[in-house]
């Protein structure tokens, strides 16, 4: 447990003044950021390659009297930026990778903006943009105050794909930091407090032998029949795991066309549960039955862990804060304009799968929200003890610190994340007012950390509550580097298509 000591009394007066302070030059600079957002939004950069985007947010922060790190934990798109000395350190966190396959001009009907190409359908684009202005209003507010404390970005690349947190927790980044903050936009605002799955991402690559597939099949040895058995096998596994595990693959390789016997293969699984230590069980059993594919096709094979990652911690003491601060600031509301777009958006949406989701996620009064597209309610987090079914790396942050990363609505409520629709919202109006209004929570939140010592305290005797004495330990073993080759060669093939 680390402790705290209060080094300035400030009264309330002042104390609302800062956030005030905060908020006027977020305002100030409001188009400033939405144009970085709309710029990161046209690159739609993927993971570990979004190299243009984050040399923009690099440039914003050195201009702005940050000393920034870039190129950090073996990845050229990751940065720390680094303002202020001392006590607290609160860590903003960014993320700036987009998504294959999903582009979209910012219309409310499915029309790419660069066909089959990749967009910002998770809204990535926006929530870097949010949280490093944040940081940065917060140092102007802290140096004019003449406040105590250090304020860190962590620009982390590939949250979408190859979990560049995990990289940089290993490197030991996140060390010296007392608190983080991020956000991500959503449909909902709120600072939830439910876990999220661990997982495995592994690539099982088998090799074989070519032959003719008719005239001397023999002699083929077929990498391809090891994918199919290893996923049988899998798909038997299934019934003797935890419920709550969920494993999904794809094969990337099957084989040039049926007449040649395969000789290589490949596929994509992820293995998520709950806890790191029910995927360490199951990645075990999984890497078995690889093994047990490879000896029935007498094919070798080859396991590729490419990124591994931990469940969420929780901090209700940072959701309330959090929750605080989205009220002060208020919800910026929405124009006829903006309802119209989401209503159109709303069309091409299956409102009964969208009802069944709400209830699903235990989305109180869920029922209000039948007609509503776009959320302006900003809810206490319902969801402490519930697991989300996804991942993020920002759970491998929340073992380092008490962390939080809240939603602002922006996504049209129903509508799938990961989505053209998603694309489309992100790069207009809608994505503008999210944006501006996690940054104006984000910065007063972070105020708040600086200036009352108690709020940490009572943040990191929870966090040790919930860690319960768990040890984080990487997941990602010491001679794992982040996948750059992989991430460049998905970037290629897609060069016709930008
Ligand atoms: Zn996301």
């Not at 702005?64 to 350190?89: N, R």
């Not at 409310?108 to 990749?118: N, S």
């Not at 929405?334 to 409102?351: C, H, M, S, V, Y």
Request: charged content about 25%; hydrophobic content about 35%.
């Amino acid at each position: 447990m680390i402790s705290f000591t209060s080094i300035y009394t400030i009264d309330y007066y002042d104390y609302m003044s800062i956030k005030e302070e905060a908020w006027k030059w977020i305002d100030e600079h409001k188009d400033e950021f939405i144009e970085l957002s709309d710029k990161v939004w046209e690159l739609a950069e993927l993971g570990l390659v979004e190299f243009e985007s984050a040399k923009l947010h690099v440039k914003m922060l050195r201009k702005h009297g940050f000393e920034v790190d870039h190129g950090v934990a073996g990845m050229p798109s990751a940065f720390v930026a680094t303002w202020g000395e001392g006590k607290p350190v609160i860590g903003f966190m960014g993320e700036y990778d987009a998504l294959p396959g999903i582009s979209n001009k910012p219309v409310p009907y499915k029309d790419p903006l660069v066909e089959d190409g990749p967009g910002h359908g998770c809204g990535h684009n926006i929530h870097g943009t949010s949280g490093f202005m944040a940081a940065i209003a917060t140092r102007y507010v802290l140096e004019e105050e003449g406040l105590e404390g250090t304020v860190k970005c962590f620009g982390s690349p590939a949250e979408e794909n190859y979990d560049g947190k995990a990289y940089m927790v290993r490197a030991g980044l996140f060390d010296d930091a007392d608190a983080c903050l991020s956000h991500h936009a959503s449909s909902m605002n709120v600072a939830g407090l439910s876990s999220s799955n661990a997982v495995n991402s592994v690539k099982y690559e088998f090799h074989g032998k070519t032959a003719h597939a008719a005239g001397s099949p023999e002699q083929g040895r077929s990498s391809l029949d090891a994918v199919e058995l290893m996923n049988i096998g899998v798909n038997f596994l299934r019934e003797h795991v935890i419920q709550d595990a969920r494993i999904h693959y794809v094969i990337e390789k099957g084989g040039g066309q049926p007449n040649v016997v395969p000789d290589y293969a490949r596929s994509w699984y992820y293995i998520r549960a709950p806890e790191r230590s029910q995927v360490d069980e199951i990645y075990k059993r999984i890497n078995k039955i690889a093994e047990g594919a490879s000896l029935m096709t007498e094919t070798d094979y080859k396991i590729d862990l490419i990124a591994a990652i931990y469940n969420k911690i929780p901090s209700k003491t940072l959701s309330e804060l959090v929750t605080e601060n989205m009220r002060d600031v208020g919800h910026p509301g929405w124009t006829d304009e903006e309802l119209e777009f989401a209503g159109k958006i709303a069309e091409t949406i299956d409102q009964k799968a969208k009802m069944e989701s709400l209830k699903q996620r235990k989305v109180p009064d869920y029922q209000k929200y039948k007609d509503v597209n776009l959320v302006m309610d900003i809810l206490d987090a319902w969801n402490d003890g519930e697991i989300s079914h996804g991942s993020t790396d920002v759970s491998d942050v929340s073992w380092q610190c008490p962390t939080m990363e809240f939603n602002t609505s922006c996504n049209v409520l129903g509508a799938p994340g990961h989505d053209w629709r998603f694309t489309a919202v992100s790069g207009m109006s809608i994505g503008h007012k999210s944006l501006i209004f996690a940054a104006k929570t984000m910065a007063a939140s972070a105020l708040d950390l600086f200036t009352k010592p108690e709020i940490l305290e009572e943040a990191w005797k929870e966090h040790e509550e919930r860690l319960g004495g768990r040890e984080y330990s990487s997941p990602i073993p010491d001679d794992i580097d982040p996948p750059l080759e992989i991430a460049k060669e998905a970037w290629e093939r897609l060069k016709g298509k930008r």
